[in-house]
Structures are given as structure tokens and as C-alpha cells.
């Protein structure tokens, strides 16, 4: 990846301690993006999108994990127009973009071809998606992947805002990022020069 911009996205969707309930399926309610400059190393902005579900509800379950009511995402967009602002407001179709795992890229591809809006990242040759999860357990020598809490530990970063909020989760992940891109082991940045 050439030095610049970079995407970081965390979603949160629509679950269930159990089975969902019949007709309903996982959907996004909550698309966090932090923009960082993998140039500087800063991190430029940390924004909320919240989705109104359409075939689904958010359970008592799902509310004690993310914190995000029924009420709240009812006052979301939709997702097509969630994908829209993604694409005209963050150059999604434009920029390489990171999420923890590969669930994010998944979860959107998959609600994509359910509902038949265009995949707001763009053509993934041009502008690839890379699991961030993958880079720092590499990057760490780790047998296992860790999740984005334990992950911040091991690298000695505070936890900021709460976990499982996609926003505060895209912000903390961009932390991971440049943490990475510090030590010259995220894609394409290279070993830091010494001096």
C-alpha cells in the first residue's frame, strides 16, 4: 500500500445469545470508520454511521453487548444510503481500507447481494481490503490471532470508549494500525530507517 490514507472499519449487526429469531438475519447497525494517514501516523477522524435494519431487530442481547438500541438504529439510514455516504463522504470506492478479521468485508458483501447496493469499497484489486488481525498477530509472532482487546494489551495501547461500539472499535483498531505501520510491519510502509 503507498503511503496515504486508509480506511479503518468496524461493524457492528444485528445478534442474538441463540438462534435468531425466524425471518430474521444478521445486519449491520452500526458502521464505525476512522481515516488515518499512514504517512504522519495520525489518525483524522472518528465517525458513526447507524443502520436501520430491515429484517431483523436489535434483541435485549445485542443492546447489553454494543450498548445500541432498537431506538437509536431506528433513527439510522438505510443501508444503501449508509453505503452511499461511505463512498461519497470517506472515498471508500477510492482507498484501501482494514478491519479487524475478515467478518467486516464479509458482513458487507454479503448484505451487498441481499439487497442489491453496489459494495461501497470499490474494486478489490485497486483498492484492497487487508485484515489487520492477520498483519499483528505476524507482526507479533503469535500463533493465534487475538481479538482486538487483547491484541491492544500485548501492544501496550489503552482500550478507548467502549468495546463493541463500531465506532470507538474502528478508532481503537486504527490505533493497531499505526502501531503497525511504527514498526514497519503493516502492508507496503516498510522497516522504519534507523537514526
Known sequence: ?????????????TCWE??????SVSEIIEIGLTVIDTSTK???SRDSVLVRPQHSAVSGFCTELTSLTQAEVDR???????????AEEFATARRPWASWGGYDRRQFARQC?????????????????????????????????PGMKQALEI????????????????WNIAGLVLDLV??????????????
Open 1 to 13: 500500500m503507498a503511503r496515504g490514507l486508509l480506511n479503518v472499519v468496524d461493524v457492528e449487526a
Open 18 to 23: 441463540g438462534e435468531p429469531p425466524a425471518g
Open 42 to 44: 495520525t489518525r483524522l
Open 76 to 86: 439510522g439510514v438505510t443501508f444503501a444510503e449508509a453505503c452511499r455516504l461511505l
Open 113 to 145: 447481494r441481499a439487497e442489491g447496493v453496489p459494495y461501497p469499497f470499490g474494486d478489490p484489486g485497486a483498492y484492497p481490503h487487508t485484515n489487520a488481525k492477520a498483519v499483528f498477530a505476524a507482526a507479533y509472532g503469535l500463533r493465534r490471532q
Open 155 to 170: 501492544a501496550g495501547l489503552p482500550l478507548d470508549g467502549r468495546h463493541h461500539r463500531g465506532v470507538d472499535d474502528a
Open 182 to 195: 511504527g514498526r514497519g510491519a503493516w502492508p507496503g510502509t516498510g522497516r522504519p530507517e534507523a537514526g
